[in-house]
């Protein structure tokens, strides 16, 4: 008899998208005529840049012709796109990574979810809350969450983000042995001053903790002050590994790459207190369970490091950017409460007298047809907020934001 891995049967029943596309289904069976743009969705919209449609274009010749096709590529990518990323991401910021640090995945969220396995079952983890549900849902999986009590999981610790302390998630007055962080954080479209990601470095350092930080949204940034990378903080080399995603800094939601970065620095200790390095097991986890990321995603990848891919990525940016700004600027006038928008491309918006995010997504959605995605479903200190993305197209944004004020004037 095989025994299934009872863990997956605690994982909540529904993810969050398909409880919110059941209700938006069963809108338009109701009201076939009407017209609903959602501002719920997490996928961008605009298409891949010229750069990068030429460079696959080029590298879709290459694998045509005997002289230049390619098979397997190294697990950890080409070195052609690593060496960009160090020349282009990190060492402008004084970062000087080794090429061995840097691992081509195929998006973030498989690294986010599989890093996880580096660490015994029983270490304890803490999250902010709300939060991306990869982190947990990965967790859970595998048994290191716990059981779940009024949507919260027993072994897990959850640091509030919320209106009251400002979106900045308290240093915890215990011991976490694994952090997870993601700034510019999805959902609430906040960032984290220097000042307060110090606080996290040191946190780790003197724990002996370890921080899983999420770039995903880093392109996003336009504060010069704000970090794009936790190794701008010294010593989180010896603490943080990171992870960064193409696909909203470069619309590469449909074409997969990102990259992992594991310091040569991190280690976690044996029941004995050995140290082992975590790089070297990264390594040999990625080559047993991964065969790289295509050729042709890498090659892509690597086009929006040159000139003309980094000023079209810029502009798509800017593009959703302007979106999140208007957004931001018309419902404040509309007297709510709205949070981020400014160097992320999520907005989180105080639902009015203190309503549940899922009644406030029903009346948005019954009354002005806009879709918005409800807070509670990020984790319990997401309740009374809802998330709306910038990524939507500019004219469908603008008539979305028409349809509300009108609604709430
Ligand atoms: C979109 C997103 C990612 C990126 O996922 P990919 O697998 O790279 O497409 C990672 N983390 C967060 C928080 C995200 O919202």
Request: proline residues 5%; charged residues 20%.
């Amino acid at each position: 008899m095989a025994l299934v891995n009872e863990h997956f049967l605690k994982l909540p029943n529904n993810y969050l998208f398909a409880d919110i596309a059941k209700k938006v289904n069963a809108f338009k069976t109701m009201h076939p005529k009407s017209d609903i743009i959602s501002l719920g969705i997490g996928d961008v919209t605009q298409p891949l840049c010229p750069a990068v449609v030429e460079a696959i274009h080029h590298a879709a010749d290459e694998m045509a012709t005997q002289a230049t096709f390619r098979g397997y590529g190294p697990e950890q990518g080409y070195d052609f796109l690593r060496e960009a990323i160090l020349k282009n991401d990190f060492l402008p910021r004084g970062i000087h990574l080794d090429i061995n640090e840097i691992f081509i995945n195929d998006g973030a969220k498989s690294d986010t979810g599989n890093i996880q396995e580096l660490v015994r079952w029983d270490n304890s983890i803490g999250v902010t809350d709300p939060i991306y549900p990869v982190y947990i849902d990965s967790n859970v999986m595998i048994g290191r969450a716990g059981v779940v009590e009024n949507g919260r999981w027993s072994n897990v610790l959850y640091m509030p983000c919320t209106a009251e302390n400002g979106f900045i998630p308290q240093i915890p007055n215990k011991r976490v042995d694994i952090i997870y962080l993601c700034y510019p954080n999805n959902p609430t479209g906040t960032v984290l001053p220097k000042e307060e990601l110090k606080k996290w470095v040191n946190y780790a350092l003197k724990n002996d903790a370890i921080i899983f930080y999420d770039a995903a949204y880093e392109a996003y940034i336009q504060d010069d002050s704000i970090p794009h990378s936790i190794y701008e903080i010294r010593g989180a080399r010896k603490c943080a590994i990171e992870f960064h995603s193409y696909s909203k800094t470069a619309g590469f939601t449909g074409v997969r790459c990102g990259y992992t970065v594991v310091p040569k620095d991190i280690t976690a200790s044996t029941l004995t207190g050995e140290r082992i390095p975590l790089n070297h097991l990264w390594y040999r986890r990625q080559c047993t369970k991964f065969n790289g990321t295509s050729y042709l995603s890498q090659r892509a990848a690597q086009a929006i490091y040159t000139q003309e891919g980094k000023e079209q990525v810029k502009e798509t940016i800017s593009y959703y950017m302007r979106n999140a700004h208007k957004m931001k600027e018309t419902l404040t006038k509309l007297g709510l409460e709205v949070y981020g928008g400014e160097n992320a491309p999520y907005l989180w918006v105080k639902t009015p007298n203190g309503e549940g995010s899922w009644r406030f997504f029903e009346q948005m959605l019954y009354d002005a047809h806009v879709v918005c995605t409800p807070g509670v479903g990020f984790g319990p200190s997401g309740e009374g907020y809802i998330r709306l993305t910038a990524f939507g197209q500019q004219e469908k944004t603008d008539e979305a934001l028409l349809r509300i004020e009108n609604w709430l004037k």
